[in-house]
């Protein structure tokens, strides 16, 4: 693990998958159980930095990955980020994910989780559908499209996250939630998903709304933390 970034906390490693190679950035402790962080639509910003760094000092304590599923490539404003989304090869980002397990039980992880926001939770699920090496997932407000996974084939338990007040209709909204519920109950895997009142779609984000959010965050990263100390 060589490449420390600027702000010293994360190292920069180089992952193989087939043909290709990507970065990552891992921070946390080491040999400890790891969680995938994956990113929301914007790219690897500061918002996933700060969410790995948070969840890398949960419990006992995590190693956390960022896989760069845009290689390199942020967004600053919302027409860009929706363009490098709807640009983004889904299952290519899947084998991103799974090389990223995979590297990370090859470096001292006895079991992995997978996390992510907004476009990240959307894979996170189709992770625990589609990687048999997910130990388990924490999924925040997005839902994957009925092309790329079903979740009532989930293989790994997933815990998932949504705000009443989201106006994404399908993806994660209220109407999506549930019925991501309802196909995580025809599976049999072990599910929970919760619904927050008053939030609206990024509530975990750092924002002049997150003030009034500050209770369902903590009650979210609650959750979070005994779901993954239950399932790594």
Same mark, same amino acid.
């Given at each position: %693990? ?82 490098? %989304? ?18 990370? !039980?090859?470096?001292?992880?006895? !079991? ?73 109950? =025809? ?12 939030? =609206? ?20 990263? =609650? ?10």
């Amino acid at each position: %693990m060589a490449g420390a970034d600027a702000a010293g906390q994360f190292q920069k490693v180089r992952i193989q998958r087939e043909d290709t190679a990507f970065d990552a950035y891992v921070v946390g402790k080491q040999n400890a159980p790891g969680v995938v962080v994956l990113q929301e639509w914007w790219g690897l910003n500061n918002q996933v930095k700060n969410h790995a760094i948070h969840i890398s000092q949960l419990g006992d304590g995590y190693t956390a990955l960022i896989p760069d599923l845009y290689r390199g490539k942020v967004a600053l404003d919302a027409a860009e980020a929706r363009h490098l %989304m709807e640009g983004l090869d889904w299952k290519g980002a899947i084998r991103d994910i799974q090389a990223s397990v995979q590297w990370l !039980k090859k470096n001292g992880s006895p !079991k992995v989780g997978v996390t992510g926001y907004c476009m990240g939770g959307a894979l996170a699920i189709a992770s625990g559908v589609l990687v048999p090496e997910v130990d388990a997932v924490v999924a925040f407000y997005g839902t994957p499209s009925s092309e790329l996974a079903d979740p009532s084939r989930a293989l790994a338990p997933i815990q998932a996250h949504f705000g009443e007040l989201d106006t994404y209709v399908g993806f994660a909204d209220v109407t999506a939630a549930k019925s991501l519920e309802e196909k995580l109950k =025809s599976c049999g895997v072990a599910h929970e998903v919760h619904i927050y009142p008053g939030c =609206s779609h990024a509530f975990m984000n750092t924002s002049p709304e997150a003030l009034k959010n500050q209770g369902a965050i903590d009650l979210a990263w =609650s959750c979070f933390a005994t779901w993954m100390g239950r399932f790594l």
